[in-house]
C-alpha cells in the first residue's frame, strides 16, 4: 500500500487549532450558555479544576490529533481523485467529514436521551468550524 504524504507540522499546527476553537467556542463565545444548556454549575466546573483538567486536555488534544491525522488522509485522497487542491478542497473535505460523520453520530444523544437541540447545534456547531479550520490548515500546508 503506498504512503499517504502527510505534512506532520500540519498536523501539530491543525490540532493546535482545534484546542483554540474549543478553548473560544466553551470559554468566552458559549460557555455561558453551554453550561446552562447541559446543567454544568460554576461548582462543578470548580470540583473538575480542583481534580486536575490535565487528562481531560491531553485526551482531548489526542482526539484532535486522530481527527487532524484522518482529515489529512481523507483530504489526499479527495484531491486526488476530483483533481483539487488548495482551501476549497480543506473546506469540503472539512465540511463533508462533519456532514457524513459527526452530525450523524452526535444526532443520537439529542434523539434518545432528550438532549436539547441547542446543545446539537451547540457542540456539531464547533465541530463544524474545527473540522473545516482544520481542513483548510491541512489543504494550504
Known amino acids: 500500500m503506498p504512503q499517504v504524504p502527510i505534512n ?4 501539530i499546527v491543525a490540532t493546535a487549532s482545534s484546542m483554540a476553537i474549543g478553548f473560544l467556542w466553551y470559554g468566552p463565545l458559549f460557555g455561558k450558555t453551554w453550561m446552562a444548556l447541559s ?3 460554576p461548582d462543578k466546573v470548580e470540583a473538575s479544576k480542583a481534580k486536575g483538567m490535565g487528562k481531560v486536555y491531553a485526551l482531548n488534544a489526542l482526539g484532535a490529533l486522530v481527527m487532524s491525522y484522518i482529515l ?3 483530504l489526499v485522497f479527495a484531491n486526488a481523485y ?4 488548495g482551501l476549497s478542497s480543506g473546506v469540503m473535505v472539512g465540511f463533508l467529514n462533519w456532514l457524513g460523520f459527526i452530525a450523524p453520530v452526535t444526532l443520537g444523544p439529542t434523539l434518545w436521551e432528550g438532549k436539547s437541540w441547542k446543545v446539537w447545534f451547540l457542540n456539531s456547531g464547533y465541530y463544524l ?7 483548510s490548515i491541512l489543504a494550504l500546508w
Not at 506532520?8 to 498536523?11: E, K, T
Not at 476530483?82 to 487542491?85: G, N, V, Y
Not at 468550524?129 to 481542513?135: A, F, K, T, Y
Open 8 to 11: 506532520y507540522l500540519a498536523l
Open 129 to 135: 468550524v474545527s473540522l473545516i479550520i482544520m481542513g
Open 72 to 74: 489529512a488522509h481523507a
Open 82 to 85: 476530483l483533481h483539487s487542491s
Open 39 to 41: 446543567g454544568i454549575t
